[in-house]
Structure formats: structure tokens, C-alpha cells
């Protein structure tokens, strides 16, 4: 890309800009020979040799602070703001980018679908784009998405740090409840009441948190979550994903995927560490099992996991 198209807020490239000191032709020869990608109408990204594209939330994340560098004094909310504060969806990401309203009434133009406000909400600042503040993102999320995505997202959020560096929890149980009562009665106020009756900051990710559903829909006794276990053998203090004392069972959500990064990014050591700590819960639990997303997403062979370990069903198949 020539030395004059210099980027601006965010590293873009702004047609705006452009036109404003006469390099129209100049954007448009680096768009020609892949210098420049579109993010969205009249904002450009540079690209260097051996640059890989965003996908999922960063795909999203990248979207919305295009629009923030275009559009007037937005605020972002729903999967917008959650792509910016790395929050997960499990169904995946929008093509267009989610604001708060100036009304309560909402509305959709190409790329943007604004979301009716709720109540009175004071921004907040996130990677230099405004946001709406946690509590009310999680909100209009449940408001607007499905269970899943919605609880995932609050779990992620709730998430309490265990380990030196983790990030601390955005916000609290407490704090979620104050502003869901606080807004009420809304429309979609039952979607939080639902995401509220189950949501824990103790759940370490999507698949964690999609399992609990699974367990939920089919019937299954809720297990214990992040339940220790000493392990002096390999020098730990294990947390299980699952636990279900009444059975003496464990699970985990992760399966083969941890593996197949090790062996590609970790060393040789840290799988056998990994099989090791394995080894020694089995030692201590009557059964113990773990899955990974593709068992997950296939239902089957999670629930026959189960039912081998004899988790007790405890009520019917229910609708969620």
C-alpha cells in the first residue's frame, strides 16, 4: 500500500479520507492489488503478506469498531459489545452490527440493527468504542438471541478467575439481578429470568456451560461444578467439570481437542502430564468420562456417556 493511504482510527483506511486529499485513485489501485480489504462501506483494512482474516468474534469485533470510526457517536450493545468485551456465542456471529437505540423502539438498516432502549444506561468504554454497560448488554443478548448464546455469554461474564493473569469477572450475580429488576417489567424480561435461574460463575466455557443445557433438556441430575480433587501423585489439585456425588461420577467438557493442540503447540511432556492427572482421577471416582464439541453437537454420544456412568435421569425430556 503506498506511504500517502495512511491508517487512522483503528488502523483503517477511510474513503473519506481519501477523498478528502485526493487519493481516491490510490485506495482504489491498493484495492486492486490486495493492499486494502473492505471491512464495511467506506472502511479498509491493510494487508500485509501472510495475514490471516479475522473469523467469529474478531470477524464481529473488527466490524463493529469499523462502524464506530463512521457512524455518529454509536453505542454498541448485544453481540456487538459482547464481541468487543470476548465474549462467546455459541450459534455464531452476525453480519451486522447490534446499537442502542435512542428510543425505546428499535429498527434495522443494511448492516445495522438498532435495539430498543432499556431505562437509563451510562456507556461505557470498551477498546476505545462505547458500549452499553455489561449488565445491560447481557440483557438485550437474552432479549434478542437464544439460550444458549445468552447463558454462555452471562457464564463468561460471571466467570470467577482461578488462576494468576486470568481476567476478574465483568460483573457479579448480584449486580446482574439489581439491573434486570431495576428495568423490569421490559419486553423479554422471562429470557433473563431464564438465563438468571441458571447462570454460575463457575462454568470455565461454552462447552461447559452448553453441557449443563444438555444435561437440563434429557433429564439429568445437575452435577456439582469445579469439584476439587487431590491428586499427590502428580503434585495437584484437580477441578472437575462435573461431579456427581450421589454416583461417584466425574466429567469434563474438553476431550480430544486439548490433545490435539498439545501435539501440535505444546510439548511432548505436558500431554503425558495431562494423561497422568487423567489416570489419577480415575483412580478416584467410580466413572469418569469427557467429551468435546463435536459429541456435544451430536447429542448421542455425550448421552450415552452418561447413562454409562449411571447419571440418574430426574425428571422428563423437557423444551428449552
Not at 438498532?114 to 452499553?132: A, C, E
Amino acid at each position: 500500500m503506498q506511504s500517502h493511504l495512511r491508517p487512522g482510527p483503528h488502523g483503517f483506511v477511510l474513503w473519506r479520507d481519501a477523498v478528502a486529499t485526493g487519493r481516491v485513485e490510490a485506495l482504489r489501485g491498493s484495492l486492486r492489488k490486495g493492499q486494502l480489504i473492505r471491512i464495511r462501506p467506506g472502511v479498509y483494512r491493510p494487508v500485509k503478506p501472510g495475514d490471516q482474516p479475522p473469523f467469529g468474534a474478531q470477524r464481529h469485533a473488527e466490524l463493529v469498531r469499523a462502524a464506530a470510526v463512521t457512524l455518529q457517536r454509536p453505542v454498541f450493545t448485544a453481540h456487538s459489545a459482547a464481541a468487543l468485551l470476548g465474549l462467546p456465542l455459541i450459534s455464531g456471529w452476525p453480519t451486522s452490527v447490534y446499537l442502542d437505540s435512542s428510543t425505546r423502539r428499535g429498527g434495522c438498516r443494511p448492516g445495522v440493527v438498532q435495539v430498543g432502549r432499556l431505562g437509563d444506561d451510562t456507556p461505557t468504554l470498551t477498546d476505545g468504542v462505547r458500549t452499553t454497560s455489561i449488565e445491560v448488554t447481557l440483557i438485550q443478548l437474552a432479549r434478542l438471541t437464544t439460550l444458549r448464546d445468552a447463558l454462555a455469554a452471562t457464564d463468561a461474564a460471571l466467570r470467577s478467575p482461578r488462576h494468576p493473569g486470568q481476567r476478574p469477572a465483568l460483573t457479579t450475580m448480584e449486580r446482574l439481578g439489581a439491573a434486570h429488576e431495576r428495568l423490569r417489567p421490559y419486553r423479554g424480561c422471562r429470557r433473563m429470568d431464564a438465563v438468571l435461574e441458571r447462570a454460575t460463575d463457575q462454568s470455565d466455557s461454552p462447552l461447559e456451560t452448553d453441557s449443563r443445557l444438555l444435561f437440563e433438556h434429557h433429564g439429568y441430575a445437575q452435577p456439582v461444578l469445579q469439584h476439587p480433587i487431590d491428586l499427590p501423585e502428580v503434585g495437584i489439585t484437580a477441578r472437575l467439570d462435573f461431579y456427581w456425588p450421589e454416583v461417584d461420577a466425574a466429567a469434563e467438557a474438553d476431550g480430544r481437542g486439548k490433545y490435539r493442540r498439545a501435539t501440535v503447540e505444546e510439548s511432548a511432556d505436558s500431554v503425558i502430564a495431562e494423561k497422568d492427572r487423567e489416570n489419577a482421577i480415575r483412580r478416584r471416582v467410580r466413572a469418569f468420562d469427557r467429551w468435546d464439541w463435536a459429541d456435544r453437537r451430536a447429542v448421542g454420544p455425550v448421552l450415552v456417556r452418561l447413562d454409562a456412568m449411571r447419571i440418574p435421569r430426574v425428571r422428563p425430556v423437557s423444551v428449552l
